[in-house]
């Protein structure tokens, strides 16, 4: 079946400097993409999306873009301030599936220090 | 404010009992998603009301049930509870059917404490 799986936390990074948070996905059809971050008691936002192959999502700084040739889609950032510590949640819908569902990988958290 | 709400925020409650969640989506938006978030299971999708209609459905144990209503709210009721249903229940809506297209909105949670 589809899954997301996104690499172990915490991660702790200094500000300003670069943040890659990897993000690989199985799917059987052609799935759409997302980031979504969670701030400490808070639910879910919406970080940026993709719905296809090559698609770049942005927003706020973060970039992610679509690869279906490694199926994956990396978020990325060049200069993180304290700001952005949260968790982040990597996660795929395939509607081709038929189900419509999500299915999030189990977050990475990072940790900005100033 | 993701225009989404969640009542109530906190819930502490005993073994055996039964809960119900409540949550209004944004105005205008017709799905309804909950979702389950534990420390060791992480967030688990539900179920999916679409418009009043139940559209998807995941890993919901048959102790738990939900509903939307005309008005759009929409109510998970978790009975014989278990010290293991202790986690944060997120509701999420979105305008159409498809999840995949659509960006859905969280709602702040409720932190159910079975004990």
């Known amino acids: 079946g589809d899954s997301v799986t996104q690499m172990e936390g915490p991660v702790t990074l200094s500000e300003e400097a670069f943040l890659t948070i990897n993000c690989t996905y199985t799917?059987?059809?052609?799935?759409?993409l997302f980031w979504y971050v969670q701030y400490p008691g808070e639910g879910l936002q919406l970080l940026l999306k993709?719905?296809?192959?090559?698609d770049k999502g942005s927003n706020k700084g973060f970039e992610a873009t679509y690869r279906k040739e490694t199926t994956s889609f990396h978020l990325e950032k060049g200069s993180v301030q304290v700001s952005d510590s949260a968790v982040y949640f990597c996660?795929?819908?395939?509607?081709?599936?038929?189900?419509?569902?999500?299915?999030f990988g189990t977050g990475t958290r990072l940790k900005v220090l100033a | 404010d993701s225009g989404v709400t969640q009542t109530p925020k906190h819930l502490i409650t005993a073994t055996g009992q039964r809960v119900t969640l409540r949550c209004s989506p944004r105005?205008?938006?017709?799905?309804v998603y909950w979702y389950q978030q534990s420390l060791d299971q992480g967030l688990q999708f539900l179920i999916q009301?679409?418009?009043?209609?139940?559209?998807a459905k995941g890993n919901i144990l048959e102790r738990f049930s939900a509903q939307q209503f005309p008005d759009l709210h929409s109510e998970l009721n978790l009975s014989s509870l278990e010290l293991g249903d202790s986690a944060l229940y997120f509701c999420?809506?979105?305008?159409?059917?498809?999840?995949?297209?659509?960006?859905?909105?969280f709602g702040p949670g409720t932190r159910l404490l079975v004990l």
């Open positions: 009301y679409y418009n009043g209609e139940e559209r």
């Open positions: 105005s205008g938006d017709l799905s």
């Open positions: 999420a809506s979105s305008v159409g059917a498809l999840a995949g297209k659509e960006t859905q909105y």
């Open positions: 996660a795929l819908s395939d509607p081709t599936s038929g189900t419509y569902k999500y299915i």
């Open positions: 993709a719905t296809k192959a090559d």
């Open positions: 799917a059987t059809g052609y799935p759409s």
